[in-house]
């Protein structure tokens, strides 16, 4: 920042420190802020408004083993089967154990939840060995999302803080602990003072071309974290989702599993239910044997894979049970001119889910004292290789409520600290990189879908990593990449317009993605076998001697002891 000018300027309207600062407003961020002690002053900061990250947009459900023909074990046998080996026992047994406390705690905040009777009504979803998943219509998610944000804009001790952008992470340089963020907010980066810094920040489903993730979901959690030293883990694992809506124009709808769980059929262009042909449990078989199905049946059979789909139908359905299951995705088809009760769904797969993160245990601290991760950011060991359909919005809500034992040493932030105002001048040089950006993007997307996506080998991903790298490079010589690269504070800046501000959150949002190819990339790279979301055509087969986690610090990375899952 060389060619910056001091002047004076206004400080930011909000406070310069927090007892606790949470990054993220999906379903583990609003709990997870809900959930901390009253007596903090909590700082929630999302980058956009409220409702627009991936919690808002779950249909399916969340699953708590709660019917009488049900119980934790069960839960937890399925939960354990689907990771592949590499589920942590300690880790799904914390969150079965724990999740009928969730719902009770859900309910009584007023999610409103579907019921039959007085019962809570439950449903059937794929690779569960009983109906256990609760739902609000197929609009789940919106509903523990649109309730949970009622309850924190009522709470005095929680500051909502939208439209602003963590940039870095403030890492002591003599113990190593996170001491808060630098945040892109009104025109201004600045320092944000915490003793306990909390990433919600989702996944990163933005890096592949094909993804049921809302435009926000940019791995900025995982990437700031990566770049301040965290330890994460399990980075190559990535659920594809089988079945998201696939119409020219139209962004990749997911189309419920529920859907399949309650008797739609999977179908090819002739009609036959192909799934068949692949696992004996067909359209009911786990999310990656599905999405792979789907992948290799159309590699077979359509003259050109990429751009072909196959097709849910759903007319084996009662017609009032769909209207009754699944009115959104009633009115998003008819949007897109599908008479869901008349025609067939077009689908084909898409990047869903990232079981892989920030390394945490069960207090959601990470290896960075201070820092602590929770949901899609973070790596619980819950999820293992390939995560079992409606145990996300679960895991959000059964370790964010950990958080009540959080301990916070308020000590800590009692030191006032002042920086010098700065304006910045390189607005036109960020102007002038934003049309290489854009030209950026797609292509980076693509590279991903292709390189990365449900199949993957070595060389396709050799070639891949080299490309990135070599973007990262350019963009790492531009002066913005210090805001980003930065982990103490130098100085507050102001922008001389809000469009500068626009292009910086574009600009870092870029900077992230690369980050997030990059790691996912070489992880896949690392692990030379095929195991739940990761399969390699060079390596097919799953292989004893890799039942354990991939982890990197920066540049390194290696390999835990076997892991404790009975799989």
Not at 3 to 25: H, K, M
Not at 274 to 301: C, M
Request: glycine letters at 6%; aromatic letters at 8%; charged letters at 20%.
């Amino acid at each position: 920042m060389s060619a910056l000018e001091i002047t004076s300027t206004s400080q930011p309207s909000i406070p310069t420190q927090f007892d606790v600062l949470v990054i993220g407003s999906g379903a583990a961020g609003l709990y997870a802020a809900l959930c901390l002690p009253q007596h903090l002053q909590v700082g929630l900061i999302t980058k956009d408004t409220l409702k627009t990250g991936a919690s808002d947009w779950a249909q399916g459900g969340i699953a708590a083993a709660i019917a009488p023909n049900d119980s934790p074990q069960l839960h937890f046998q399925d939960t354990i089967k689907a990771g592949a080996g590499l589920g942590e026992v300690d880790a799904i047994e914390f969150l079965v154990e724990k999740a009928p406390a969730a719902i009770a705690n859900l309910v009584n905040l007023g999610v409103a939840f579907d019921r039959r009777g007085k019962n809570l009504a439950m449903t059937l979803e794929a690779a569960h060995s009983r109906p256990r998943v609760l739902h609000a219509a197929d609009t789940t998610g919106r509903a523990i999302v649109s309730t949970l944000t009622e309850r924190v804009l009522q709470r005095e001790n929680i500051q909502v803080i939208t439209n602003a952008f963590a940039l870095s992470l403030w890492i002591d340089e003599q113990s190593d602990r996170c001491l808060g963020v630098s945040l892109l907010y009104q025109s201004k980066v600045f320092w944000l003072r915490s003793p306990a810094t909390i990433l919600a920040t989702g996944g990163g489903g933005q890096v592949f071309a094909q993804t049921t993730n809302p435009a926000v979901s940019t791995g900025d959690g995982v990437a700031l974290a990566w770049r301040a030293g965290a330890v994460l883990r399990d980075l190559e694992f990535v659920q594809f989702h089988p079945t998201a809506l696939t119409v020219p124009g139209a962004p990749h709808f997911l189309i419920s599993e529920a859907v399949r769980g309650e008797g739609a059929h999977l179908v090819d262009e002739s009609g036959s239910r192909f799934a068949f042909n692949y696992h004996p449990s067909g359209e009911l078989a786990p999310r990656d044997v599905v999405s792979r199905a789907i992948f290799t049946h159309l590699q077979k059979t359509a003259p050109d894979p990429a751009n072909a789909r196959v097709y849910l139908d759903l007319r084996p359905i009662d017609p009032e049970r769909i209207r009754h299951r699944f009115p959104n995705i009633i009115q998003v088809c008819q949007h897109w001119g599908i008479d869901v009760f008349q025609e067939l769904i077009p689908v084909a797969p898409a990047a869903h889910y990232w079981m892989g993160g920030i390394a945490t245990d069960k207090m959601n601290q990470t290896s960075i004292p201070g820092l602590y991760a929770i949901g899609e950011t973070a790596s619980t060991g819950v999820h293992g290789a390939n995560r079992l359909a409606s145990n996300s919005l679960l895991e959000c809500i059964v370790y964010a409520a950990e958080l009540s034992k959080l301990e916070v040493d308020l000590d800590f932030a009692d030191k006032e600290f002042n920086l010098e105002t700065q304006m910045s001048s390189f607005s036109d040089e960020l102007e002038n990189s934003l049309a290489k950006l854009g030209e950026l993007i797609s292509p980076l997307q693509k590279l991903v879908w292709q390189s990365a996506g449900i199949c993957r080998s070595q060389k396709i991903m050799e070639e891949a990593i080299a490309q990135i790298v070599s973007w990262r490079q350019q963009l790492a010589t531009h002066p913005a990449s210090q805001l980003l690269l930065a982990q103490k504070p130098t100085q507050t800046i102001q922008f001389q317009s809000a469009q500068t501000e626009k292009n910086l959150r574009y600009y870092a949002e870029t900077f992230n993605l690369l980050d997030i190819a990059y790691l996912i990339l070489k992880s896949a790279a690392f692990r030379t076998e095929s195991r739940g979301g990761h399969y390699r055509s060079d390596y097919p087969e799953t292989s004893t001697a890799w039942q354990l986690h991939t982890l990197v610090k920066q540049e390194h990375w290696w390999i835990s002891p076997p892991t404790q899952s009975n799989n």
